[in-house]
Structure formats: structure tokens, C-alpha cells
């Protein structure tokens, strides 16, 4: 079985106190289209920390499903934007279209 | 077996908090049941911290505060294009965001004194609907905006830094005719100075009047073309720093850091949007902890120390806010058995 390197949950970010500056020191996170959050594998400080944000784990397949129903909605809104606002022009920033994310174990 | 009271020659103290404590003491925490070590952090961290009310981009979005518990948010772009930039501000008082007075001229990319203090900050310039920018200004006292003495020239994505009544503001839109013109404040009026020596709009500027620091930004707004320079401001005239690691614009400032210490957070490659954040340390810049997601137009308000980053585009519009912590500051960590 090929080793894992990360592991993904779905929580939602009530903000302070979600991920801490003690939780940021031990564990690289990140986040991803529809409260996907990736955080190391076999990691005792990972998994105490799915279960204090009451995360739900997902499997690579099922977190690279969600990611891509956000970013395929994401990108379907950027398409309908008005044209000066999708490509650079004088005085409109543009907004860069979402561009697809793989998601990697 | 050795005890805590012979090797320390004290035993551990009970205290109500972390007041008086130095660096490697432990002690009882009475508050919260628990034993705590004062420490000092070795790399950067990020946290989250209470949303925005609403997501709000474009900017960098207008942010000033020199802590992560006091910072005020204004105006920039929930959805599109004019008329849809917004009047609203939020004022965050380190525990939650609370909806502030409007702003007068709905805007985004206006620049910020640095200022120390969400009581007294100046608003300058930005983009409302006019090409080329704006050249209104808007004081703020700590509940109200109110007009102030306008700018000589429309401006937008400017450099800014200083406080309400001794500012900076430099470069930014319109490219022409008088992309490096830079505007002293002095509390009075207006006057034009020695200008910048290069141009650039929506880059990250952060400091004091007499100490500023100015980086990256698009060389032909809103086009294609970001750029590494650094640059410094004296109160008297421009220096070039050494070069960010990475070309970006649109990147969130530590706004009141100063040329010797400072961070930009995100930004924009052109193409694509980046999590990257650069320390500068009066030298060099240097790459550190990432933020979780790429970002970019987030608002940066604080120091390098103590920074928080609301907002921004993600790419989409974002009201999330992270609590930038630095390298270097006093940190308690809750002792466990595990």
C-alpha cells in the first residue's frame, strides 16, 4: 500500500481558535474549495486536530469531488462576469479565473 | 530524580496569567487549570481568526491597525464593478467584527496611512468609477469618516504609509502623466517631493513618513507585467532596496511595519495568485511559512510581528482573516501529557 502523505477532512472555519498558532507550529495546513482541509497523515497531532474542529474525513477521491464541484461553480461564475472585469483593462482589475487543483495523497 | 525547585532554584510559581513571565519559565496558569511555558516562537505561524462580515476584495483592501486586536476595514468590492464597491467598514477588536460608519465615496484600492491607531487614520485616492483614480481623501477618528483636503492628482494602488497627520503617498495610478509624483501630507496640506524613480501601482508599502517602505506592484496596471523592486523613503528621498524573491503585486503589507522589519502575505504572479509571504528585514527579503490558501487584495494591517490579513480574492472573494504571528515573539504554550 503506497504511503500516504496526507490526509483531507471537511470542516468548517468558525475562525479564532479553528486553527491555532500552537496548531500552526506543529502541523503544515491547507485549505482548499469547500472547507477541504489537508493536513499531514499519521500524525497524532493531525488527527487530534480533525477531531477537535469536528471534521469529517474524506478519502483523496472524495475530497478531489468536492473540490472540483466548487471550482467548476467557481469558474462557471467567472465566465459569466463582464468582459472588462476578466481581462486587464484601464481602471477595472481583473479577477483571475479559479483554475483546477489536483489534489495529491 | 532531579525536581523543578533544584534545577530551577525556584519552584513553579501559580499565576493568574503570563504578566512578569520570561522566556523558558513554567509556571501554574490559576485561570485555566493548567501548566504553561513562556517561550519564543522560531518561525512564523498563521491562525484563523473571526470572518468578515461579508467578503470584500480589491486592493489591497483598505486596512490599517498595528496589532492583530484593533484594525479597521473600508470599502473595496464585494461583487464587481462600479456601483457595486461598497461604503462599508468593519472595525475588529481582537475577539469579533463589528459593522462600522460608512465611508463617504464607495472605493476600492484607496491607500492607508500606516498609522499606529484605528482612532486616527487618513483614506487617500482609489477607484471609484474614475480611470486614473480618485483624489479624495477621507479622515477617520476612530467612529466617523469626514472629508479631508484632497490630493493634487487622482491616484490609485498608491504607495502610502505615515499617519493621519504626516503622510506619504506616492506613485500608483494613473500611469501617466506623473507616475513617480509623491505627495507629502503634514497635516495641513499637500505638497510634491522628491518622486519615487520608479513606477508601479497596487504594490505594498508599509511605515512611517520619514521611514517607508514600498515593494513589488504591476509595472503597467492592471496588465500583465509584476516586479520585484523594493524601496525605501527617508522622509526626503527614495532609495532602491534589494529585490523580493518573487515579481507580485496585489500583496497584503504589514502596514505599520517599518523598513527594517515588514511582510508582505500573497499576491498576484500574473499569471495566478500565490500563498507565499516574503520577510524583509532591512537587508534582504526572505521566504517563509506560507499562508494556507493563495490569496491576493486581502488588507494587511500590523507589524511583522502581529499582522492580520482579512479578506482578498482567493481567487474568488473571501471574508476569511488569518492572525499572522512572527518569528521571535513571546509565545505561552499549554504544557500537556501527551
Given at each position: ?23 500552526a ?21 493531525a ?5 477537535g474542529?469536528?471534521?469529517?474525513h ?26 472588462e ?15 483546477d ?5 | ?48 481568526a ?91 477618528d ?6 479631508a ?11 502610502g ?50 521611514a ?18 523594493s ?40 499569471p495566478?495568485?500565490t500563498?507565499q ?5 532591512g537587508t ?22 502581529a ?32
Open positions: 500500500m503506497a504511503h500516504k502523505t496526507y490526509q483531507y477532512c471537511v470542516a468548517e472555519n468558525w475562525g479564532k481558535g479553528f486553527i491555532t498558532h500552537n496548531d507550529v506543529k502541523l503544515e495546513f491547507r485549505s482548499f474549495p469547500g472547507n477541504v482541509w489537508r493536513v499531514p497523515a499519521h500524525n497524532q497531532d488527527n487530534r486536530w480533525v477531531a474542529v469536528n471534521g469529517s474524506k478519502t483523496l477521491s472524495e475530497a478531489q469531488a468536492i473540490v472540483d464541484a466548487e471550482v467548476t461553480q467557481a469558474q462557471a461564475d467567472w465566465d459569466a462576469l463582464p468582459a472585469q476578466k481581462a486587464p483593462t484601464a481602471g477595472f482589475e481583473s479577477i483571475t479565473r479559479p483554475t487543483i489536483t489534489l495529491t495523497e | 530524580m532531579a525536581e523543578y525547585r533544584e534545577i530551577q532554584g525556584a519552584a513553579v510559581q501559580s499565576l493568574a496569567s503570563n504578566t512578569g513571565t520570561i522566556e523558558g519559565q513554567i509556571w501554574y496558569d490559576t485561570a485555566n487549570n493548567a501548566f504553561k511555558l513562556q517561550s519564543i516562537s522560531t518561525i512564523g505561524t498563521f491562525a484563523t473571526p470572518s468578515l462580515p461579508v467578503a470584500r476584495t480589491g486592493g489591497p483592501m483598505f486596512s490599517v491597525g498595528s496589532t492583530q486586536d484593533a484594525v479597521l476595514s473600508a470599502g473595496a468590492n464585494p461583487a464587481g464593478p462600479p456601483p457595486d464597491y461598497t461604503t462599508r467598514t468593519d472595525v475588529y477588536d481582537g475577539t469579533s467584527w463589528t459593522a462600522g460608519n460608512p465611508i463617504t465615496t464607495a472605493a476600492r484600492n484607496s491607500v492607508a496611512s500606516g498609522g499606529a491607531s484605528t482612532a486616527a487614520a487618513k483614506m487617500v485616492g482609489g477607484f471609484s468609477g474614475t480611470t486614473g483614480g480618485d483624489n479624495t481623501v477621507e479622515d477617520y476612530g467612529t466617523c469618516f469626514t472629508a483636503p484632497v490630493m493634487t492628482k487622482g491616484t490609485e494602488g498608491a504607495a504609509f505615515g499617519t493621519q497627520t504626516a503622510m506619504v503617498v506616492s506613485a500608483g495610478g494613473p500611469i501617466s502623466p506623473a507616475p513617480q509624483q509623491t505627495d507629502e501630507w503634514n497635516g495641513v496640506s499637500w505638497s510634491t517631493v522628491n518622486p519615487t524613480g520608479r513606477t508601479a501601482q497596487t504594490g505594498a508599502s508599509s511605515g512611517t513618513l520619514t517607508g517602505l514600498w515593494s513589488g506592484g504591476f509595472k503597467n496596471y492592471p496588465g500583465t507585467i509584476v516586479i520585484t523592486d524601496s525605501s523613503y527617508d522622509g526626503t528621498s527614495w532609495t532602491a532596496n534589494n529585490a523580493m524573491n518573487t515579481a507580485k503585486g496585489s500583496q497584503s503589507p504589514t502596514t505599520t511595519g517599518t523598513p527594517a522589519a515588514s511582510a508582505v502575505f500573497g499576491g498576484n504572479l500574473r495566478g495568485i500563498n509571504t516574503e520577510l524583509y528585514d534582504s527579503w526572505s521566504n517563509t511559512t506560507t499562508l494556507p490558501a493563495a490569496r491576493e487584495n486581502g488588507g494587511g494591517a500590523g507589524t511583522q510581528a499582522c492580520l490579513i482579512s479578506g482578498g480574492s482567493a481567487p474568488s472573494p473571501t471574508n476569511t482573516v488569518l492572525e499572522w504571528t512572527g518569528p521571535g515573539v513571546a509565545v505561552t504554550k499549554t504544557i500537556t501529557t501527551t
